[in-house]
């Protein structure tokens, strides 16, 4: 007869092979295909992408991306407000809106917690 300790242990080893996670790369490659399909339906215009002299840049990419907290709770109320600049001009605002999100606006916050601890003094 086998031994009851012996059971349990293979029972805990086949519940631990059900359980387990995928692998890293894996993990990751079921998280990026479907964004990456996704990204692949986005589309545009071709005349919305046409650059002109008035065509938003860099100073006014680093503005959108600054305001953008507001921008974005005014355009689910307003359809006329919009977030992102089309047409635009490419690269440059496109760095000037992550560098107004990250380092002016909304991504400048400290995200860390201090925490104080009290001693007893003998």
């Known amino acids: 007869m086998t031994d009851p300790v ?3 242990a293979i029972a805990r080893r086949a519940a631990a092979k ?3 996670r ?4 894996l993990r990751t490659f079921l998280t990026l295909a ?3 399909a996704l990204a ?5 215009v071709s005349s919305a992408v046409e650059h002109g002299a008035d065509t938003p840049g860099f100073l006014l990419g680093l503005w959108h991306g600054f305001i953008f907290p ?3 709770v005014l355009s689910l109320f307003m359809p006329d407000v919009a977030i992102y600049a089309v047409p635009n001009n490419g690269g440059w605002y496109d760095f000037g ?5 990250v380092f002016l606006g909304v ?3 400290k995200g860390g917690k201090t925490v104080y601890i009290r001693t007893r003094r003998s």
Do not use: E, K, N, S
Request: hydrophobic share 50%.
């Open 18 to 20: 059900l359980t387990r």
């Open 107 to 109: 991504g400048a916050r």
């Open 40 to 44: 692949a339906c986005a589309r545009q």
């Open 70 to 72: 507001v921008a974005w």
């Open 34 to 36: 479907p964004l990456a």
């Open 6 to 8: 012996t059971i349990a």
């Open 97 to 101: 809106y992550f560098v107004g999100i």
């Open 22 to 25: 995928p692998a890293p790369r």
